[in-house]
Nanobody, 120 residues
Framework: QVQLVESGGGLVQPGGSLRLSCAAS????????MRWYRQAPGKERELVAV????????NYVDSVKGRFTISRDNVKNTVYLQMNSLKPEDTAVYYC?????????????WGQGTQVTVSS
């Protein structure tokens, strides 16, 4: 059974930090590109950060560059999102996503989301 379980969300003051974790099971984690998305109330889901399966290269949406860092541990089957210098506009539900193409078929899995609220 495939599972992606996010944790680490919560309430933080502006300028603070949080570290999100996403624990994966039920598939070969190391073969999947991992992504973090977020969705704020009334807005579309937005891709925040990506880390590839091949060489671990990363990419970020412009609004979080220099503040957020995505990383992965292929032994623990976990992807992380370190979020520093948080702003109120970072408030959203954050979702973990795993995607891979195996034998010509795409596989795409989602976690249930974790709430991040940045407020004083």
């Amino acid at each position: 059974q495939v599972q992606l379980v996010e944790s680490g969300g919560g309430l933080v003051q502006p300028g603070g930090s949080l570290r999100l974790s996403c624990a994966a099971s039920g598939f070969i984690f190391s073969r999947y590109t991992m992504r973090w998305y977020r969705q704020a109330p009334g807005k579309e889901r937005e891709l925040v950060a990506v880390i590839t399966s091949t060489d671990g290269s990363t990419n970020y949406v412009d609004s979080v560059k220099g503040r957020f860092t995505i990383s992965r541990d292929n032994v623990k089957n976990t992807v992380y999102l370190q979020m520093n210098s948080l702003k109120p506009e970072d408030t959203a539900v954050y979702y973990c996503n795993a995607v891979s193409r195996v034998d010509g078929r795409w596989y795409n899995y989602w976690g249930q989301g974790t709430q991040v609220t940045v407020s004083s």
